[in-house]
Each structure stands twice: as structure tokens, then as C-alpha cells.
């Protein structure tokens, strides 16, 4: 069974950074896109940022798009996401999850195109 386990969330104040990390085991990491979602309270969960097997391609949010950078270690196995000049919009629950594919394409911005999820992380941020 698949295992992914996020880390590095935490209670930070606006305008700072976090990185978070997705560890996985018994997928063959290297075959696979992978992508970051975030859930806040009372709201759907929504795509934040994807990448594909090589690491080579890169998809993100408009929110994201100049603060968060998605990168994988496909020796280590494990996906990050850098989070730049946090807000308190950003609060949420951040999930890492593994596509079936190696690149979604289009499909990348929808979390049904994802297989495998993580328990997810809390990010909070104070304004």
C-alpha cells in the first residue's frame, strides 16, 4: 500500500515562508506526476501545484504562481512545496498526492486525476 506522509507545516505569520515535504514510499515515485492540494474550512479542496515525473514541467494556481515553487527528489523520493510570502488566505490543509500518469496534462488541475493521497498537513498564517 502506497504511503505518503506530508511535514512542515505550522503556525507562521504573513509574509513568511515554509517548505513542505511529501514522503513516499512503495509507489514507484520517479513514474509518476505529482501535485500539492489545499482544503481550507468550509471550502472544496483546490489545486495549488503539480509536477511532472521528470520534474521538468511545472503547473501552478494563479495564487501560487510567483510565491510557491513545487520541486521533487526522485532519488529520495520525496515532492516539496516551497511556500513564499504567506497570507492568511493561504490557511489550509495541504495534501500531496500521486497522479496515474506521468503527465496529466490538462488533467492536472483536477484532484479526481489523482490516485494516491497523503494525510495532509495544517498550514496557518496570522495576519
Known amino acids: 500500500q502506497v504511503h505518503m506522509e506530508e511535514s512542515g507545516g505550522g503556525l507562521v505569520q504573513s509574509g513568511s515562508s515554509l517548505t513542505l515535504s511529501c514522503a513516499v514510499s512503495?509507489?514507484?515515485?520517479?513514474?509518476?506526476?505529482m501535485g500539492w492540494f489545499r482544503q481550507a474550512p468550509r471550502k472544496e479542496r483546490e489545486f495549488v501545484a503539480a509536477?511532472?515525473?521528470?520534474?521538468?514541467?511545472?503547473y501552478y494556481a494563479d495564487s501560487a504562481k510567483g510565491r510557491f515553487t513545487i520541486s521533487r527528489d526522485n532519488a529520495n523520493e520525496i515532492l516539496y512545496l516551497r511556500l513564499n510570502n504567506l497570507r492568511p488566505g493561504d490557511t489550509a490543509v495541504y495534501y500531496c498526492?500521486?497522479?496515474?500518469?506521468?503527465?496529466?496534462?490538462?488533467?492536472?488541475?483536477?484532484?479526481?486525476?489523482?490516485?494516491?493521497w497523503g494525510q495532509g498537513v495544517q498550514v496557518a498564517v496570522s495576519s
Open positions: 498526492a500521486a497522479a496515474g500518469t506521468g503527465d496529466l496534462g490538462d488533467a492536472t488541475y483536477s484532484p479526481h486525476s489523482y490516485t494516491n
Open positions: 512503495r509507489l514507484t515515485f520517479n513514474a509518476y506526476a
Open positions: 509536477v511532472d515525473k521528470n520534474g521538468g514541467r511545472t
